[in-house]
């Protein structure tokens, strides 16, 4: 098979692990007989310099040309002054709803051998954690209009608007159920109906929904119960179903939980354009260019690629299990170094890893 995958390195530690995830990508490829074919485009700040946009229409289309988009991580200091429309993070925002990749699927999970580096309290930890989030990805606060700046009584304000129409909430919650079904059957929607009109219409459309899969249930709970519950008994989510920013911010809190963002994946979908793939992890521009970034994260995102992307589950597996082995192996980058391990930077980790794809 042919595996075309446009790669969006970006800003910061962005080339450095997309570097090793192109490595690691060619390295299974070439052991299950595929062939890989890459294109390389600007986004975020990088864009910005080069081109004076976050996302160039470049960009773009050779996104629209492959089968799958990977992407490092975009932003930092250097282009924080610049107005909203014209940071690197529109860039992100862009190529999702250009793609319509409305659905962000976040997987947070407690990697037993990491189990040390968790930020939970040990009887918490040992129930263990393993959290998908589904995080509606073009629609809510992020895009809703109107939007902008106003003055009231001759005094700025500013406003942003959370709208969802019931077919968006109908699909996202589809990819939860379905997601579900290929794992405990326990969906979780994540909302705040006792405030929100907007919430109560996904609650009735998520009810709704649930009558096709008998086989899955459906709870529903606030979101700031949920962000309590993440830390207090993670191990009781399955399948957490939520909108843009709710998921936003309960993603990050799942993985941080974990205690290993530096390891956690992501996909970003659409109904039928190429997929996205992305650490969860942001560009840490503190440590850009030395070699001490965690490419684990990004590597594992090239897993759900295969996976999701071009539906090859064997391989995504063997991408999986040598990372496993890796860690096994005791190497840690700095981020998830505990005591008696060997730290290794971002190129020997991806060394590694490629060196465990041989024998999975
Ligand atoms: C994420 C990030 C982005 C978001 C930013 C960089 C725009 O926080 O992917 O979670 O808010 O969606
Ligand atoms: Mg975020």
């Not at 959370?162 to 077919?167: N, T």
């Not at 929607?189 to 929904?209: G, M, Y």
């Not at 005791?330 to 008696?340: F, M, N, P």
């Amino acid at each position: 098979m042919k595996l075309s995958v446009c790669v969006l390195p970006g800003d910061g530690i962005g080339p450095e692990i997309t570097a090793v995830a192109e490595k690691v990508l060619q390295a299974v490829a070439a052991r299950f007989g595929h062939t890989v074919e890459l294109a390389h485009g600007l986004i975020g700040g990088a864009a910005i310099d080069a081109t004076g946009t976050p996302l160039p229409e470049a960009t773009v289309a050779a996104c629209r040309q492959s089968g799958a988009v990977l992407l490092g991580a975009v932003g930092g200091p250097k282009w924080d002054d610049l107005e909203p429309a014209l940071r690197p993070e529109k860039g992100l925002l862009g190529i999702r709803k250009a793609l319509g990749l409305f659905a962000n699927l976040r997987p947070a999970t407690l990697f037993p051998e990491l189990a040390a580096a968790s930020l939970l309290r040990p009887d918490i930890a040992a129930a263990g954690v393993d959290v998908l989030v589904v995080r509606e990805l073009t629609g809510g606060l992020y895009f809703g209009e109107p939007r902008g700046e106003t003055v009231v009584d001759g005094e700025r304000a500013a406003f942003n608007t959370m709208i969802y129409r019931e077919k968006e909430i109908a699909r996202i919650l589809h990819v939860a159920f379905a997601a579900a079904r290929q794992r405990r059957k326990q969906v979780c929607s994540v909302d705040k109906a006792n405030v929100l009109e907007v919430s109560r219409l996904w609650r009735e459309v998520a009810t709704r929904v649930a009558l096709e899969y008998p086989d899955v249930e459906l709870t529903h709970m606030y979101v700031d119960n949920a962000a309590m519950q993440l830390v207090r008994a993670p191990h009781l989510f399955d399948v957490l179903v939520t909108e843009n920013l709710f998921g936003d911010i309960l993603s990050d809190e799942a993985a941080a939980i974990t205690g290993s963002l530096g390891m956690l994946p992501s996909a970003s979908l659409g109904a039928s354009s190429p997929g996205l793939f992305e650490p969860i992890h942001g560009s840490a521009p503190d440590i850009a260019g030395q070699d001490v970034a965690n490419p684990l994260a990004t590597v594992l995102s090239v897993a759900m690629l295969l996976r999701h992307g071009f539906g090859l589950e064997a391989e995504a597996a063997a991408v999986e299990r040598a990372v496993r082995i890796a860690l096994r192996q005791g190497l840690r980058t700095r981020d998830i170094a505990t005591e008696g391990s060997t730290v290794v930077g971002c190129t020997a980790m991806g060394e590694a890893v490629v060196a465990a794809l041989a024998a999975c």
